[in-house]
């Protein structure tokens, strides 16, 4: 079992940064591929971004691509997203997800097995 927690969400004005970070326990950080994921208020679950065990392959949505960045600190056993020129339309529940394969980009929420509860980011134009 992984257990991840997400923080760092909130209210921001359009232009501004936000990073969001998820702590994962209970499993060996280092061999999880991490996605984040959003959704919007009566909208599906979408795709934001994914990283490989290391981090060196990274993977993001056109919509997010050049102005989020994800990373990740596998001694903290730590993801973030690092969200810059947020727009109102990135206001959603921010949730990051966890699976134990091999790196292939994944980006649909079935290809993940662990979830976070979310955290609220609310862009203000």
């Known amino acids: 079992q992984v257990q991840l927690v997400e923080s760092g969400g909130g209210l921001v004005q359009a232009g501004g940064s936000l990073r969001l970070s998820c702590a994962a326990s209970?499993?060996?950080?280092?061999?999880?591929?991490m996605g984040w994921f959003r959704r919007a208020l009566e909208k599906e679950r979408e795709f934001v971004a994914a990283?490989?065990?290391?981090?060196?392959?990274?993977y993001y949505a056109d919509s997010v691509k050049g102005r989020f960045t994800i990373s990740r600190d596998n001694a903290k056993n730590t993801v973030y997203l690092q969200m810059n020129s947020l727009k109102p339309e990135d206001t959603a529940v921010y949730y990051c997800?966890?699976?134990?394969?091999?790196?292939?980009?994944?980006?649909?929420?079935?290809?993940?097995?662990?979830w976070g509860q979310g955290t609220q980011v609310t862009v203000s134009s």
């Open positions: 209970g499993r060996t950080f280092s061999n999880l591929v």
């Open positions: 990283i490989s065990w290391s981090g060196g392959n990274t």
């Open positions: 997800a966890a699976e134990g394969g091999y790196w292939y980009r994944q980006h649909i929420p079935s290809q993940y097995n662990y």
